[in-house]
Nanobody, 114 residues
């Protein structure tokens, strides 16, 4: 399984950005998908997660602003980010997990200008 994250870039505070994660392999539908992020000098942290049935979880600091979704037919996961803040600046990584198996993409940089 390989993951390819895309959609990062430079955006003004308050603006939107949509990240996409393309996943190779035929078993995408059975994976939990998640987005994590790592800001400069900080540890990687979970942002949002979506299970194989479409159930979602968000960390408090993105609730109401970010939406995670998935398209099993396209084998893609998305992170719609609205009302971006300077502190959302980070490298965003997509993650696919199933039981003990864990796969990571290469990350895409999101820079929010204040």
């Amino acid at each position: 399984v390989q993951l390819q994250a895309s959609g990062g870039g430079l955006v003004q505070a308050g603006g939107p950005l949509r990240l996409s994660c393309a996943v190779s392999g035929s078993t995408f539908a059975s994976y939990y998908m998640a987005w994590h992020r790592q800001a400069p000098g900080k540890q990687r942290e979970l942002v949002a997660r979506i299970d194989s049935g479409g159930g979602t979880n968000y960390v408090d600091f993105v609730k109401g602003r970010f939406t995670i979704s998935r398209d099993n037919a396209k084998r893609r996961a998305y992170l719609q980010m609205n009302s971006l803040k300077f502190e959302d600046t980070a490298v965003y990584y997509c993650n696919a997990a199933r039981g003990p198996v864990d796969h990571w993409g290469q990350g895409t940089l999101v820079t929010v200008s204040s």
